[in-house]
């Protein structure tokens, strides 16, 4: 089993910085990729960011690229999301989420992750 407990989530203003913060638990989270989705009012869930076990690889969705940064402290088994120059469309709950390490599937799809975080609410307002 693997528990995980986002925070960080808050109300900012477009062009703002926000950073998440993923607390894991359960004996794979080291040996595991993790990812961030987000999912806004009346759209589906999609991907934001994935890094794999060891921290050295890092995935993006085109969205947010050059703007977040994904990164794990092994150590603290914890995975964070730093978000700067904040948008509007921005706004959503974003979900971390503990990738099967039993199943190659791609970073990018939701099916490719086994366990979820309860979300944390991010607004932007502009």
């Known amino acids: 089993q693997v528990q995980l407990v986002e925070s960080g989530g808050g109300v900012v203003q477009a062009g703002g910085s926000l950073r998440l913060s993923c607390a894991a638990s359960?004996?794979?989270?080291?040996?595991?990729?993790m990812g961030w989705f987000r999912q806004a009012p009346g759209k589906e869930r999609e991907f934001v960011a994935a890094?794999?076990?060891?921290?050295?690889?890092?995935y993006y969705a085109d969205s947010v690229k050059d703007r977040f940064t994904i990164s794990r402290d092994r150590a603290k088994n914890t995975v964070y999301l730093q978000m700067n120059s904040l948008k509007p469309e921005d706004t959503a709950v974003y979900y971390c989420?503990?990738?099967?390490?039993?199943?190659?599937?791609?970073?990018?799809?939701?099916?490719?992750?086994?366990?979820w975080g309860q979300g944390t609410q991010v607004t932007v307002s502009s």
């Open positions: 359960g004996r794979t989270f080291s040996s595991s990729a």
């Open positions: 989420a503990h990738k099967d390490p039993y199943y190659r599937g791609s970073y990018y799809t939701r099916t490719t992750y086994d366990y």
């Open positions: 890094i794999n076990w060891s921290g050295g690889s890092t």
